[in-house]
C-alpha cells in the first residue's frame, strides 16, 4: 500500500466513525502525540486533544447528527505529514474540508480538521448527478 492509499484509508476511517456515530473509532484516528485542531463549521478552533473528542462525542450522540458523505479527495503528502482536501455532502448542504495527518508509530492519524460551508464550484469539481465515492459508507 503507497503512502497516499494509507492516507485515504485513514481519511475513511474519520469519515466511517463520523457516519456511524463510533466515538471509539473517532477517538482511535486523532493524533496522540503530535498538536491537533479542529474546527467545525461555526465553531470556534479547538486545539486540544480532549476539547476536540469531547465536541465529536457531542455532535455524535446527537439525535440531529447529520448524515456525511465524503468525495473527491486529493492526497498531498509531506513525508510523514499528509493533507486531504475534499468535500463533504451533508442534508443541509456541501462543506469543503481539509484534513491533516501525520505518521505516528507507523499509523497515520488526524492532526487537524476544518470544514465550511462551500459556496462556488471549480468547473473540474463532481458533476451532477455523479454518485459519491464509494469508499466511504
Do not use: K
Request: negative net charge; proline residues 6%; hydrophobic residues 45%.
Amino acid at each position: 500500500m503507497t503512502d497516499a492509499d494509507a492516507v485515504l484509508a485513514a481519511n475513511l476511517e474519520f469519515y466511517r466513525a463520523f457516519a456511524t456515530r463510533d466515538l471509539a473509532a473517532m477517538e482511535a484516528i486523532w493524533a496522540r502525540h503530535a498538536p491537533v485542531g479542529c474546527v467545525h463549521p461555526g465553531w470556534p478552533a479547538l486545539a486540544e486533544r480532549d476539547a476536540i473528542l469531547e465536541s465529536w462525542g457531542g455532535i455524535l450522540a446527537s439525535p440531529q447528527a447529520p448524515r456525511i458523505v465524503c468525495y473527491d479527495e486529493r492526497v498531498l503528502l509531506y513525508g510523514d505529514t499528509a493533507l486531504v482536501l475534499c468535500e463533504e455532502e451533508l442534508d443541509g448542504g456541501t462543506l469543503v474540508a481539509s484534513n491533516l495527518f501525520v505518521r505516528e508509530d507507523g499509523v497515520w492519524r488526524i492532526a487537524h480538521h476544518q470544514a465550511g460551508q462551500l459556496v462556488a464550484r471549480r468547473q473540474a469539481s463532481r458533476r451532477p448527478g455523479r454518485p459519491p465515492s464509494s469508499r466511504l459508507n
